[in-house]
């Protein structure tokens, strides 16, 4: 089974640029979380997708947006970049409906803002 | 706000010693994981533990889940440079919506000298 893939892997945009990060989930999983990873730290939630549809997000301001696709695949966009949100963006997919789930993890995207 | 406390930080240690790590919260999560995350990759899950006071083993690892759901450790044997790694606690709760979230700890740095 195929794992989960994140583009690009690294990149660098200015402050107030626009930028999409793209993921796509692991086989047969219909649901996928994106997660944000400062340095030094724990990742921390920003939404999930399942059936295309956002259903859950975390303390993150309305510019980060996102969307699902039919495939299940994944696109995470940030307007307005601020210096802040330099860091590892991590997607994970899970198949809910096994009781407690088990995110498996891409490699993430290293967004540096300058 | 629900937060996950690790401890220590930074852990520096022999191949062939024992360490414990911990993960602790004001917080009732439903469940508790652990991942273990290298540079350049995302985090892997390690264990799910669900019931209180739930102990589960992993080969040299050892894991375990408070009796009030509000704490955990990880407890390795005999460390060797292969456990080197960053290791994350993530409690696991609904967000608004009904997506499935988690929480994670900062993290604890492992390096196992040989």
């Known amino acids: 089974e195929t794992g989960v893939t994140q583009s690009p892997t690294h990149l660098i945009k200015t402050r107030g640029q626009q930028v999409t990060l793209r993921c796509s989930s692991q086989s047969g999983h219909n649901t996928v979380s994106w997660y944000q990873q400062a340095l030094g730290q724990g990742p921390q939630f920003i939404f999930q997708?399942?059936?295309?549809?956002?259903?859950g997000r975390g303390n993150f301001p309305p510019r980060f947006s996102g969307l699902q696709f039919p495939n299940y695949s994944s696109e995470l966009n940030v307007n307005a970049l601020e210096l802040d949100d330099s860091a590892l963006y991590l997607c994970a997919s899970s198949s809910p409906g096994a009781g407690n789930e088990k995110l498996f993890f891409g490699s993430g995207t290293q967004l540096s803002v300058l | 706000t629900q937060l996950l406390e690790q401890s220590p930080q930074f852990l520096s240690i022999q191949e062939g010693e024992n360490l414990t790590v911990y993960c602790n919260s004001s917080s009732v999560f439903s469940s508790l994981q652990w991942y273990r995350q290298e540079p350049g990759e995302g985090p892997v899950l390690l264990v799910t533990v669900v019931t209180g006071g739930e102990v589960k083993k992993l080969k040299r690892l050892t894991f375990q889940f408070g009796d009030a759901r509000k704490d955990s450790s990880l407890h390795i044997t005999a460390a060797q440079p292969g456990d080197t790694g960053l290791y994350l606690c993530?409690?696991?709760?609904?967000?608004?919506?009904?997506?499935?979230?988690?929480?994670f700890g900062s993290g604890t740095q492992l390096t196992v000298l040989p």
């Open positions: 993530a409690g696991s709760s609904i967000s608004s919506g009904s997506a499935r979230q988690l929480t």
């Open positions: 997708y399942y059936r295309e549809e956002e259903n």
